[in-house]
């Protein structure tokens, strides 16, 4: 489905607010933005308001049109406000029936910025300029794969005990398994309630780069490895900026629903890892209610979405893609 840019509104200038801090959200916005950069604001007639720490991915939009929260910038026009998240704009009512656990998060974006589902073609994620990156310090070995660790909600984290399974089963065939991600605070859906995450600690013959790359670092390693392992985090869809094979899994969010798009094709050599059939899964993607903290369980069969998440198929993955021997 694909929405005319004819049947929008068009201002003489837009300011685009990207007040949003999850890396994943961030990151599902590039298509949408690149799209009005490239096709729409051709006279360049527009502004994209972001936190800092993300301006390295938008390397497509000119400093010129950015400024930061808490900066203070002059505009030479009175743009029309665009927000990402925080309000719905006028010309996009049909937004407020919309929600990003119920459908792609790049319609999504494209939907909340653009008031557009973006034209086939346009739906993939920039790959990033890493040339420039230097990870000479890491001091990282021939063959290595990057295994996410770190937790961000408690239905979205691998097992410690599959992080090990997965690990050494790699060090057995010569590959160097590295932890890569940042040790967090974990907040519920509503703010309620905060405990704090820690990644496995590196045994032998494993490398820790948990807290240890700043963002487009991480891009590089992850882009060097043989592949990416994690669960749906937001270095999934960083890793997707890159033609690195990915295997995540998936629990509270149905994968089509966050497959990231390369090459033109959705899910371009990444392979979901999902709860069996009859297995509780995908509650924030098919539940319509409110007030419920997806961030916890549900389900009187306490965090049964995360059984599949094993070395087992993980490892099954990798060979799949040939990295690995299943023994």
């Given amino acids: 489905m694909t929405a005319s840019i004819k049947n929008v509104t068009r201002h003489k200038s837009h300011c685009f607010i990207l007040n949003v801090e999850a890396l994943g959200d961030v990151i599902s916005t590039l298509p949408a933005m690149k799209y009005a950069a490239e096709k729409i604001f051709t006279d360049g007639r527009y502004y994209i308001m972001m936190h800092k720490q993300h301006r390295e991915l938008f390397s497509f939009i000119p400093e010129k049109n950015v400024f930061y929260f808490g900066k203070e910038k002059h505009l030479t026009d009175l743009p029309v406000i665009v927000y990402m998240y ?66 961000l909600h408690k239905n979205r984290g691998l097992p410690k005990k599959e992080v090990y399974r997965i690990s050494y089963h790699l060090i057995k065939h010569g590959i160097t398994p590295v932890f890569l991600g940042k040790n967090t605070t974990i907040t519920d859906t509503f703010n309620r309630a905060s405990y704090s995450s820690s990644s496995p ?14 963002l487009m670092e991480a891009a590089k390693v992850m882009a060097g ?47 979901p890892i999902t709860p069996k059939p009859k297995q509780c899964k995908f509650c924030a993607s098919s539940w319509f209610v409110d007030d ?36």
């Fill in 86 to 151: 925080d309000a719905i704009p006028e010309n996009v009512p049909l937004s407020a029936f919309l929600s990003p656990l119920h459908m792609s998060l790049t319609d999504y974006s494209s939907v909340k910025l653009l008031g557009m589902l973006l034209p086939d073609g346009n739906r993939d994620y920039p790959k990033l300029e890493l040339d420039s990156v230097d990870v000479g310090k890491f001091n990282l070995p021939k063959r290595y794969v990057c295994i996410l660790p770190t937790i």
């Fill in 201 to 214: 600690e590196a045994k032998e013959g494993m490398i820790d780069l948990i807290d240890k790359t700043s």
């Fill in 225 to 271: 490895a043989e592949c990416v392992v994690g669960l749906d985090t937001g270095l999934i869809h960083l890793a997707a900026c890159t033609d690195v094979k990915i295997i995540c899994g998936y629990t509270t969010v149905e994968p089509s629903l966050r497959l990231p798009s390369r090459h033109g094709e959705l899910g371009w050599n990444i392979t």
């Fill in 292 to 327: 419920v903290n997806f961030n916890e369980c549900n389900n009187s069969k306490q965090f049964e979405c995360l059984e599949e998440m094993s070395a087992d198929n993980f490892i099954e993955a990798m060979a799949a893609f040939g990295i690995v021997e299943t023994k």
